[in-house]
Structures are given as C-alpha cells and as structure tokens.
C-alpha cells in the first residue's frame, strides 16, 4: 500500500511540473524520465557506498523483485511518469 502512495505523490508532483519541462514529444518525455532515473540510481549508489557504507550486496538487494525490493517497480513509474501526467494533462 505504501508503495501505491509513493507512485501516487511521483505523479502528483510531476504532473504540477510537466508543463515547465517544455517537452513537446513522447521521446523528449520519456528522455526526461530516463535522465530521472540516472540520477535517482546515481543518488541511492552515492548515498549506500559511500554515506552509509553498504555492501553493493545490500544496495542491489532493493532491486530484486523477486525478493521483496520494490525499487525497480518505483524507477519504472519515476521513468514514465513525465508521459503518464501529460497525457493526462492532454499536452502530447
């Protein structure tokens, strides 16, 4: 349930800000998004290494679906989600 949430305030807040991207194609969305989960994967790399001193065995361990990591389920939604609020918002 708290991931159903999660993805709910992601595309809430996207769709405040989809507009401002200035994108004007599928392609340029979903390059957004893209870009978005760069950065994200990025950040929870940094974060885990070298803040927090995980084993890459703990940090690899939220993208494994089949064992309860949900993380690959939240980057699929953050990497459409710049598409899903403009087709919503009717701006593609």
């Known amino acids: 349930?708290?991931?159903?949430?999660?993805?709910t305030a992601v595309l809430f807040i996207v769709a405040l800000f989809v507009r401002w991207l200035h994108a004007?194609?599928?392609?340029?969305?979903?390059?957004?998004?893209?870009?978005w989960l760069g950065l994200t994967v990025t950040f929870e790399i940094v974060l885990?290494?070298?803040?927090?001193q995980y084993s890459?065995?703990?940090?690899?361990?939220?993208?494994d679906v089949l064992?309860?990591?949900l993380l690959p389920i939240g980057l699929?939604?953050?990497?459409?989600?710049?598409?899903?609020?403009?087709k919503i918002r009717k701006t593609v």
């Open 48 to 52: 885990g290494r070298l803040v927090f």
């Open 1 to 7: 349930m708290y991931l159903i949430y999660l993805e």
């Open 56 to 63: 890459w065995e703990r940090i690899l361990s939220d993208y």
């Open 24 to 35: 004007v194609n599928i392609s340029q969305l979903l390059g957004v998004g893209i870009l």
């Open 67 to 69: 064992h309860g990591g």
């Open 76 to 86: 699929l939604v953050l990497v459409l989600a710049p598409l899903i609020t403009a």
